[in-house]
Each structure stands twice: as C-alpha cells, then as structure tokens.
C-alpha cells in the first residue's frame, strides 16, 4: 500500500513537472534558434515558468497528426500563415482571444497596432517574411533592380533560381509581367491570369535552376550556379551580413506574408501557452526574435525604434526587413485566401507545366 | 625420386614446378609419365602438391616451370574448355538450377551438338551409371551417391580421353564409397579411358589404381603399383603413409648386398632387408608389417633373430585379432592374427618371441 | 506409406496419432508464439495499423457530411435531381446548413472537404456562411445574387459527392480526373500530372535499378572473390554512403557535379570542354539518376554478395572443363546461379527508389519532380485524403509487380543475404 502510494505521488509529480513544461515546436534552424533566444528564453526568465523548444521540418502537418490522434504534446507552434487557416477551418486550432494581446510598448491597443491580416481568429503573427530576389553583386555592378529585371534575359542574362512551387512564383511572375501588386490574385483568379503567369515562365524556363529546400538559393548563387534566384529574405541576409557574400536582394516585387504562433486544439497547458504567445508577440517579444532573423516585427510599435542585429551588434535591421516602407513600395501580401482554395490545383497545373 | 618422361606417355609433366607466392614452391621438380588407359591416383596428406597437380593438368592453374604434355602436345598455354579433359569434383559441382539431363547436356551443347545425338548420348551415359530414369531431377532431389554417379556421367558424356577426380567420394559414408569405388574401376576398364584420381585415403587408392604415386611435400615420394607400394616401400614416409606399420629404430651393424643385421637402440639384434639405408653404422628405422610379424616358431625362417615380447593387450577385430605387444621398449608394437580355429590365443601378460622373413623387414631412412 | 494413408494410425493407448502428436507440440509451440508475440504486435501496430488508417483515409471524409445534414437528408432523398438546375428546396437546405456552419465554425471544414473537387470553394462557403443568416428567400435567387459560382452545376454534384462519407473521388482525382459541370472527366491536358508521374516514377526507378544492378554485380563479384581482409576493406567502402546522412550525400553530389562543380572545373581545366560548354549534370535526370543511384548502390549489392559468397567456384571450373567459354560459363552456369541476389536486390532498389523524393526533390530540377513529391506536398497541405489515395495506388502497383515477381521467379528464391 505503502509502496503504491510512493509509485503515485512520484507518477503525479513527473506528470507535473512535464505539466509545467510549454512545448514550442518551431522550424529549427536560424529561424528555431531566433525564436528560442527571442521568446523562450527571455519568457523562461520572466515567468519562472519552464519551456522547451522542439525542431519540425514543417509543424504543420506534425500537429494536424498529433490533434487527429488525440495525443497532443506540443503547446505552441509555429506555422505558415495559410497553414492557420487552414487548420483553423478543420478545426484543429484553438481560438484565441485578440482582445487579450497586449498593448504596444507606446500604448496602441493591439487591435490597431498589430499589422492588417496578423492577428486571426487563431493565430498570432510572429514576423513577417518575404519571398524576395536576390543577385550577385560581382556579376551585376548596375544590378537589376525590379521584378522585371529578373525576366530580362536580354539586359541580364545568366540563370535564374526558382522555387519548385506554384505558389509566390506564379505571383512573382505577374509582378514581372507589370501587373500591379494590388490586381496580382485578382488576375490570378482567372484561367487567362493562370495562363499569363506561366506564359512569363515560359520565357525564362529554359534558364531556371529550380531550388526545393530554402537553404539552397543562397548556396546556388555562392556556387555560381545562377546569376539571380528568388529566396526567402532571411536567407540571404545570412549569407551577406552573417557570412559576407556580395549578395544584394532586390525589394520591388516582393511577396510577403506573416508567420504564426497557433496552439493546437487540445493542448496540454493551453492557458500557459497563450500567456507564452502574449509574452512573444509583444512589442518586446517581436523585436528580440527580430534582432536575431531578418524577418520583420508585424506590429507599428516594434518597428519605431532601430533593431541591432545580434550576430554582429552593429548592423541595423532596419533596411534588411520586409516590413520596412521602403522595401514595400512594389510589395505583394500573400492572399491566403488564395492558397487555401487554390494550391492543390495550381500546384497539379505548376507540375505539368515544369514536367512538359 | 624422378622417373624418366617416356616419349609413348599420354600425359607427361616434366620438370614442373610450382608457386603461388613465389616465395615457396608448392610443386618441385615433378616427372611424372602416365600410360593411355591407365588408373594413375594421386595419394598424399593435404599440402602435399596432389590436388595442384591436378589443377594444373585440367588447366585450373599454370605450372611457374617444365612442359605439361597431352598426348604429345604441349598444353601449358591451352585453355581448360579446348582441354577435352573431364573432370569430376569433390563436391560434384552438377549445376543446381539444371536438370541432370541438363547438366549432362551442358558439354555437348557448347561443343555444338545436334539434339539427337545429344539424346542418345546422354540416355548412354546415364544407363552406364544406372540412372536413366533421373533425367529431368533437379540435383537437390538426388542423394550423394546419385549426384555421385551423375557427375561421372557427365564428365563421360563427351567421351574424353582423359578424365581427372578429385576426391570424388569424399563425401560419400564409407559402405557407398566402397560401392562406388568399384563401378568407377569398373568404368575405367569398360571404356578404356585414362584416369587421373586424386585422394587422400590409401584403401581407395590401392584398391582402384593401376599405380600410385604417393606425393609429400611437393615431391613424389614413391611411384609403384599397388602391391609395390605396400609390400616394398622405398623411404619410411611412404612406409608409414601406407597401411599399418611398426617401426623400430637401431643401427646397421653388418651389411651384406641387401641383407642387414640391424642393432635395436634397446640392444637386440633382428634381420632386415636394407632399402635405403645402406651405411654400415649408420641409423635407419626398420618398418615390419603387423601382418607380417610371427610369434610361432614353425612359421619363422630358420635361423631368424627372434626379440622378446610381453602381450598387452589382445583386440578382437572379427576377422583378425590384433595384439599390441611390447618389443624393444615399445609398447605400440602391433601383430595381426589370422582368426582360424587353430589360432592360438594370447592373453595380456604373456611372455612370448616374435620373429619375421628378412625380407619383411625394411631397413629404410632414420 | 499406403497404410498410413488408408488407416487412422493411433498410439499405444488408442488415441488417434495425429491428435496426439498436436497435443504433444501444443506446448512447444504456444511458448514460441509467446516469444514471438511482442515483435507480432510491434508489426501490426507500427506497420498494419498505419497502412490501414491510410487506405481507410483515402476512401473516408465526413467533412462535408457532418456538417451539412440538411443538405445530406436532400440528397439522399432526391438523388437524381438535375445538378444544371437544383430546386428552391436544396437551396433552403444549403442556407440552413451554412447558416449552422457559421454558429459551429464548421465552414472551413466542409468547405475544405468541397474544395477537393471544386477548388475555390473555401472561400465560397466562407462568404455564404457569414451571409446566411441575412439570406431571405426565395434562396437561389439571393445565393446566386451573392455569388454566381453557387449556381455552378459543378459544385451540386461536388456537394452531392460528398455528402457521402465514403467516397471514390480521392482516387478519381489521383486519376487525373476533373470534376466539372457535366461530371467527372478527364482533366486539361496541362493539368494531367499523376498518372504521368506513376509511369516516369516507375521508369525512373526501372532505370536506377538497371544501373544499380549493372554496377553492383562486378563489384559484388570481387567483394565475394577477394581474401576476406581485402574483402572487409572494400565492404566498408560499399557501407560508406549508409554512414553519411542523406542530405549530405545529396549535397556532396551537388558539389561535384553542378555546372560550377569539380568535375566540370576538372573538364575545363583538362581543356576536354571550353567554359561556355560546361555540362549540365545536375538539376535534371542525370542527377536525379546518379544520386539515386549512388544512395541505392549498397542494396543491390549486399544481396548479390551474399548469394554470390556461397556460389563455389568449383561450378565454374565444371563449366570449364566440360568445354564451356568463360562467356558461356559466367551466362549459363553463374549468371543463372546469382538470380535470387539479383531479384531481390532489385526488387529492394526498385521499391526504394519508387519512394524516394528527397533526393530527386533536391537534385532533380524540373524533372525531378516523382509520385512521391505530389504524396508529399498533399500531406504538408493537409489533403491527406488525396495523399493517402495517391500512396495506395503506389501500393497497389507494388504489390502487381510484387506477384508478377512471384509468379516469375518465385518468393521462395528471393535472398536478402
């Protein structure tokens, strides 16, 4: 009896113990490591509160499988914007509460500081990142400098790098066709939209170097592989501030879009983890993630001050953010909207077009 | 020892040697002549250069030096499939995904023979064997003995002139090997063919061969027919390899043409006959076959030195009735006993004189 | 032995033998099952149990059936109504239901479950849902007032299609078939993609173990000849690659063969190409063919080896003896005997290879593109349905070949070493 009740109490006390643990399941990588100086840590220390961080190839599908099978061990995670949604809609998500984020450190109500579009009905933008393009400076002095550029074999000819994917390519394209921003998915919309998008495709094809894996744009153009490719922009900035390649990314055409804190349906410490996604998506909380990946704060607030990069303690953040004004001056928002009703069939259509 | 090539030999190896590392040789100077028809074995411990030989005669391994000749030609350079030679091997080797019909067929195939004389060839070889009705088995389905009897088969089948076997019972329990040990004679002399046999089990090859060579340390030790080689062995190794033997160490004390008074370590003198130890006081070893060894009187030559002898143990054996004796220090001296109802029985302890023909005794090499 | 068979054999004490002998092995045999029970339950829960869930995955959605039972009821009571031109009645019962999606937050998820066969739908259901409650009838006139699509025949029999929980469609669309106003057809020639990537996969994998095979079966033939030092020596060679991760070997292979890499720097360099010329061998199917290759090389060979180790040479020198060229000797005597080393190694490169998309999704460019990046991308984008059905077929398919295997060569002669 006495043995039994020892067995329990210790049983009860891991399960505690465990209880008291917030799991984050994050990219891993810089971006997993950004996040774990930038949140965990820090909340860790105001809290008193434990926290890890686990690493996924993509939390969204690990999530999807862990709520489906009704053995939920991860409290937080972060996700692709449509990916929230998307979960969202099935059900899969907890709910939380806007109107309980915090206000911005100068006293905006988070309603009106939080970027249009990062806030929803189950997640919390943690940083917006972008699909940018990138060039080798040695190879360009007078670089190209607008989405078009990157379809002018004529002026700058060399390869190109492309994502493998249907979905920031086709939009890019109809940025290079001269499509404004603002009618790029309402062309996308329809067929002879599609159709157009892969008609500029079509004139570069030949050319491109298709990449899969994020990390392997800037490598590609390291290696002289490509003349310019598209890349996500915190990858490049890698590469030129953290490792000094004379890489220069250039802005105009850029798709952006927010990436979330979500916390799946069924989490095992549910309350702590939207405290832990208060905490994070603070002013203070997006800023310290900002310092460490160029990816940029979704809320006015966290953008007034200068962010110093924490791998070097001088370079400013500022020019190297999607979210700065001027690199959004010919910026895309990715419609997620779009892309949650439109993938799998434009991805069907972006396979025949790349195998024909 | 060396014998002569004789210009009328079918196969002929001269002056062949043999390396594989080129640090020792494996083969040494071999000579060695064999007539057409006849059963040549190849008898030894393992190591000793027999199954070398016989890789080199098929083609498997090319002699480091000397002339192997076929048939008068020279076949250092032809390769084994334009040899003709068959082969039997140890564990058969009849190629498992074939049917024996299959596997008997193989050679005539790729010698480019029509499909009736195929059949009709292979029916023959396979009757020759006893096995006709085993054509269309797989290998696995045959026990040892068939398989046995289908590689023979196979390696007629081609009707070459010279067939080589290497160890071809050695997988087969004792009853069937001596079954089979017959037919395959039985075969050598219906069909005329010359065979090489190599084993390393001296029944086999004294009863089957027309001559041995007994092969040690890379050298023929000895070439005779088989009562040569049992009754008169030319060096103790191959007196000790062949059949049971008691040998007894002492010095040559008077040496008269053949005839030798040979004085044991232990002080007795006994007669013998000197083979190739033929020193006055020099060392030999006396080798004195069981069978050969007397202990009655009337049965010794007259005047023979007879040596005491204290009886051990007596074995009964069936036929014979083995005595271990002591004689002369030793105590591994055997004697064998015809078991007639005459016999008379010795019992351990006894004290008795064992004698023998002089010619029974053979002074031979320390 | 004809007795046996004519009369019931029983023991000393009358028993019926085979009883007895059952009785006598019962023991034995409960206790060995006992040892194998732990590894039993391991297969079926790690192995069955997931390739169950996914096969039911593929035929089974209730995202719209649960969530619509207004609109469920009507279909089945009218099944045969015209998809062109629904009545008033199916359209109170889809308001009614959107409406309720709205309260329950179930729009996303029958709105997914539509958009399987009718994309764009999401958003649709979205709008209608927020909408419904303010819908006044009659409800056809104000839905197609809302949004014309709501009068798409298409999406009537998509809805009618999916108000059944078990369903085909995951099959149809792996099919490459398109769900329009008329009914399911065969899609746009610029849409058709997954049979086209069943037949380059197979032939891509065929390829890759051709080669595998023509490259391994010299090499297995020496790591089997050699002294066993020498032997062991080039053994780990073969298993280098196991020890490496993947993505490195991967990238290793980038490293040499990209247009930048060594070997074409050692190309130019030698002067055998000029800069301009330098040779395309990445990003397209020669890198795809030779990574694959390279990370599948030791399957083929382990079997081979360990069917080639118990080959004695003793065959060969038969078949050489017997008058056999060494060409005749390696087709008819060893090539034959090496057969089950070669189909299973060739069945594990194949099956290996029909699965694999890291690879090719990293070095294979626009044509690198195989089934298994499509089973990928479907399960990222939480269409599992589709990914599941899409896995099935490919199981399917190996299971075909599996049994012609079989039927050809025989399970029982596979060696896996």
Redesign the interface.
């Known amino acids: 009896m006495k043995k039994t009740l020892i067995l329990t109490t210790a049983l009860v006390g891991f399960g505690f113990a465990a209880n008291a643990d917030v799991t984050v399941m994050s990219w891993g990588g810089a971006y997993g490591a950004a996040q774990t100086e930038g949140h965990v840590k820090p909340w860790m220390a105001a809290t008193g509160n434990a926290a890890i961080m686990v690493d996924s190839d993509?939390p969204?599908?690990a999530i999807?499988a862990m709520v489906e099978a009704g053995n939920v061990t991860v409290d937080v995670a972060s996700v692709e914007y449509a990916?929230a949604?998307?979960?969202?809609?099935?059900?899969l998500l907890e709910p939380i509460d806007a109107a309980s984020l915090p206000a911005g450190a100068d006293g905006t109500p988070a309603a009106d500081d939080f970027f249009p579009g990062a806030v929803t009905e189950c997640a919390v933008s943690t940083d917006i990142w972008s699909n940018v393009f990138a060039y080798d400076t040695t190879k360009f002095p007078e670089g190209p400098t607008t989405a078009a550029d990157f379809f002018d074999l004529e002026k700058f000819p060399g390869?190109r790098g492309l994502k493998?994917g249907a979905k920031a390519v086709l939009e890019f394209a109809l940025l290079g066709d001269g499509v404004p921003a603002a009618e790029v998915y309402d062309v996308l919309n329809t067929p002879e939209g599609v159709d157009r998008a892969f008609a500029k495709l079509d004139t570069i094809?030949s050319e491109?170097?298709?990449w899969?894996?994020g990390a392997?744009a800037p490598?590609l153009l390291a290696?002289?592989?490509v003349a310019m490719t598209t890349a996500y922009n915190g990858r490049i900035f890698a590469a030129a501030v953290g490792e000094g390649k004379p890489f220069q990314i250039v802005w105009d055409g850029q798709i952006y879009e927010n990436e979330s804190y979500v916390v799946p349906k069924g989490a095992p410490n549910k309350d702590l983890a939207m405290d832990f996604i208060k905490y994070a998506t603070s002013t203070e909380g997006l800023r310290a993630q900002a310092a460490h990946i160029s990816y940029g704060p979704p809320r006015k607030s966290a953008n007034l001050e200068p962010i110093i990069y924490a791998g070097d303690g001088k370079t400013e953040m500022g020019p190297h953010l999607p979210t700065n004004p001027a690199n959004l001056t010919n910026a895309l928002l990715t419609s997620s909207?779009?892309w949650?009703?439109?993938?799998?069939?434009l991805?069907?259509?972006f396979?025949?077009?790349?195998?024909? | 020892m060396t014998v002569e090539p004789r210009n009328d030999a079918f196969v002929a190896f001269e002056h062949v040697q043999k390396s594989y590392d080129g640090v020792s040789l494996v083969v040494k100077d071999l000579n060695l002549s064999i007539a057409k028809g006849e059963f040549l074995t190849m008898l030894g411990p393992s190591g000793s250069g027999k199954t070398t030989c016989l890789m080199m005669l098929a083609g498997f391994e090319t002699a480091t030096h000397g002339e192997i000749k076929l048939d008068g030609v020279n076949i250092n350079q032809v390769p084994p499939h334009k040899r003709g030679i068959g082969m039997v091997f140890q564990n058969y080797a009849l190629f498992p995904h074939m049917t024996v019909g299959e596997n008997l067929a193989f050679p005539l195939e790729v010698r480019g023979m029509g499909k009736d004389e195929r059949e009709s060839k292979i029916k023959r070889a396979l009757d020759m064997v006893q096995m006709g009705a085993f054509a269309n088995r797989r290998p696995a389905q045959l026990s040892g003995g068939q398989q046995q009897r289908i590689a023979l088969a196979r390696a007629l089948v081609f009707d070459p002139k010279l067939v080589l076997m290497d160890e071809p019972l050695g997988a087969l329990d004792k009853q069937l090997r001596e079954h089979m040990q017959f037919e395959i004679k039985h075969l050598h002399e219906s069909l005329g063919i010359t065979v090489v046999y190599v084993t390393h089990d001296q029944g086999e090859a004294l009863t089957m061969s027309d001559r041995i060579a007994v092969f040690n340390d890379g050298r023929i030790q000895q070439l005779a027919p088989p009562s040569d080689l049992y009754e008169r062995p030319e060096n103790s190794f191959v007196a000790q390899f062949i059949g049971e033997n008691n040998k007894l160490p002492g010095v040559i004390e008077e040496l008269t043409g053949d005839k030798a008074l040979v004085r044991l370590t232990t002080g007795e003198l006994i007669d013998a006959t000197a083979v190739n130890a033929r020193e006055k006081g020099g060392k030999t070893l006396v080798s004195i076959r069981p069978e050969r060894v007397e202990f009655k009187p009337e049965m010794m030559p007259a005047g023979a030195h007879t040596i005491d002898a204290e009886v051990i143990e007596v074995i009964y054996m069936g036929d014979i009735l083995r005595a271990v004796l002591k004689v002369a220090g030793t105590d591994d001296f055997v004697m064998k006993m015809r078991n007639t109802l005459w016999q008379t029985k010795l019992a351990p302890g006894q004290k008795i004189k064992v004698g023998w023909h002089p010619q029974d005794a053979r002074a031979l090499d320390p | 032995m004809a007795e046996a068979t004519t009369e019931l054999l029983t023991t000393a004490d009358g028993r019926p033998l085979k009883a007895a002998l059952a009785a006598a092995q019962s023991r034995a045999k409960r206790r060995a099952f006992f040892l194998v029970l732990p590894l039993l339950l391991f297969v079926l829960l790690t192995f069955l149990v997931p390739i169950g869930y996914m096969l039911k995955r593929s035929f089974e959605h209730d995202g719209f059936a649960s969530t619509a039972p207004a609109l469920v009821a009507w279909f089945e009571a009218n099944p045969d109504f015209d998809p062109a031109n629904p009545p008033e009645e199916a359209y109170a019962a889809l308001v009614q239901d959107l409406a309720r999606m709205q309260v329950e937050k179930t729009t996303g998820l029958s709105g997914t479950r539509i958009n399987y066969s009718v994309p764009g739908t999401i958003s649709l259901f979205k709008k209608g849902a927020r909408e419904a409650k303010d819908l006044t009838p009659p409800f056809k006139e104000s839905l197609v007032a809302l949004d014309a699509d709501w009068g798409r025949p298409a999406l009537w029999r998509g809805m009618q299609s999916a108000s059944h929980v078990y369903t085909a469609e995951f099959y149809r669309v792996a099919s490459d078939m398109k769900l329009n106003d008329d009914g399911w057809a065969r899609g746009e020639d610029n849409e058709r993609i997954y049979l086209y990537l069943f037949f380059k996969t197979f032939l891509i994998s065929g390829l890759i173990t051709v080669i595998c095979l023509l490259l391994a079966f010299p090499v297995s033939h020496l790591l089997a000849t050699l002294p066993m030092a020498k032997a062991s020596l080039l053994m780990i060679l073969v298993l280098l690659p196991f020890w490496t991760s993947l993505l490195v070997r991967t990238t290793a292979w980038i490293a040499l063969l990209q247009e930048q890499g060594i070997v074409n720097d050692i190309l130019v360099g030698m002067g055998l190409i000029d800069d301009e010329g330098r040779l395309t061998m990445m990003y397209n199917m020669t890198g795809t063919i030779v990574a694959m290759t390279h990370v599948l090389l030791p399957f083929m060979i382990l079997p081979l080896y360990s069917v080639m180790r118990v080959i004695p040479p003793s065959y060969a020198r038969a078949a050489r003896s017997l008058g056999a060229t060494s060409w005749t000797t390696f087709r008819r005597v060893y090539l034959p005997q090496t057969l089950p080393g070669i189909a299973a190694g060739s069945l594990l490169v194949f099956i290996l290879a029909v699965g694999y998309y890291i690879t090719p999704a990293l070095v294979g460019g626009a044509d690198g593109q195989l089934i298994s990046n499509l089973i990928s991308f479907h399960m990222t984008k939480s269409n599992w349905s589709l990914a599941a059905a899409i896995a099935a077929m490919l199981l399917a398919a190996i299971l075909v070949l599996y049994w012609l295997y079989d039927r050809l060569i025989g399970i029982d002669r596979l060696k896996l070493g």
């Open positions: 993509n969204a599908p999807k990916d949604i998307r979960l969202c809609d099935e059900g390869k493998k094809k491109v170097v298709w899969e894996a392997q490598q290696d002289g592989e909207d779009f949650v009703d439109h993938d799998a069939e991805n069907e259509r396979q025949a077009w790349l195998s024909q």
